[in-house]
Nanobody
Framework: QLQASGGGLVQAGGSLRLSCAAS????????MGWFRQTPGQEREFVAT???????????FYQDSVKGRFTITRDGAKNTWYLQMDKLIPGDTAVYYC????????????????????WGQGTLVTVSS
């Protein structure tokens, strides 16, 4: 089970940190990520951590959030985070955390269908 939290209302240029707490299993050799969705649109990849062997993970970002968003994890807490800085109104969406127990080939990281576990979503609203 994944529990997302941390959404809210923020002004453009501000910051928010989303959290996704996992229970029941770990993803220590898999993938942990974030997607977002606005009404009438498909779920969109935002960022993910893909297991890279040992205790290392490689981050991947959607181009529009590179340099503004940072994805990290705390293995001891079985939790991952999305630090969102320099927010813009275009970032307004419901954000979903997602995970898979095994790593995904890079070409498949952007596809929601490759993720097996999903959180309930948390709303982020960025005002101009």
């Amino acid at each position: 089970q994944l529990q997302a939290s941390g959404g809210g209302l923020v002004q453009a240029g501000g910051s928010l940190r989303l959290s996704c707490a996992a229970s029941g299993r770990t993803f220590s050799s898999g993938v942990m990520g974030w997607f977002r969705q606005t009404p009438g649109q498909e779920r969109e990849f935002v960022a993910t951590l893909n297991w890279n062997g040992g205790n290392t993970f490689r981050p991947f970002y959607q181009d529009s959030v590179k340099g503004r968003f940072t994805i990290t994890r705390d293995g001891a807490k079985n939790t991952w985070y999305l630090q969102m800085d320099k927010l813009i109104p275009g970032d307004t969406a419901v954000y979903y955390c997602a995970a898979r127990g095994s790593r995904i080939v890079v070409s498949g990281l952007h596809s929601p269908s490759n993720y097996d576990y999903w959180g309930q979503g948390t709303l982020v609203t960025v005002s101009s």
